[in-house]
């Protein structure tokens, strides 16, 4: 059964830095596919941050979150990460991996599967 769980977040300062991590079970990441961070915020819509592509490590970033954060996959351990540095105001929400097939992007309706979340805050 496939399932992904998300972890690292927590409370960080603004300008501060967090990893967050996916582990996938039930999926092998040495196959083709599409893996994406997303994140909501009370009251918005979930958007995507940044997805990754298994095959070839190509990887697009919503333009916010360029320069400041970066996804990566490490097929050994079955999982992904993001690095998030120079963490801002407009940074606060739940953040969730989710993995489909390759070449989807940010289409999230094309996600099969989803983990829980983690929350991610920033505040002084």
């Known amino acids: 059964q496939e399932q992904l769980v998300e972890s690292g977040g927590g409370l960080v300062q603004p300008g501060g830095s967090l990893r967050l991590s996916c582990a996938a079970s039930?999926?092998?990441?040495?196959?083709?596919?599409?893996i994406g961070w997303f994140r909501q915020a009370p009251g918005k819509e979930r958007e995507g941050v940044a997805c990754i592509t298994t095959t070839d490590g190509f990887a697009l970033y919503v333009d916010s979150v360029k320069g400041r954060f970066t996804i990566s996959i490490d097929k050994t351990k079955n999982l992904v990460s993001l690095e998030m540095n120079n963490l801002k105001p407009e940074d606060p929400a739940v953040y969730f991996c989710?993995?489909?097939?390759?070449?989807?992007?940010?289409?999230?309706?094309?996600?099969?599967?989803w983990g829980q979340g983690t929350q991610v805050t920033v505040s002084s």
């Open positions: 039930g999926v092998d990441f040495r196959e083709a596919y599409s």
């Open positions: 989710a993995v489909g097939d390759e070449g989807i992007r940010f289409n999230q309706i094309l996600y099969d599967y």
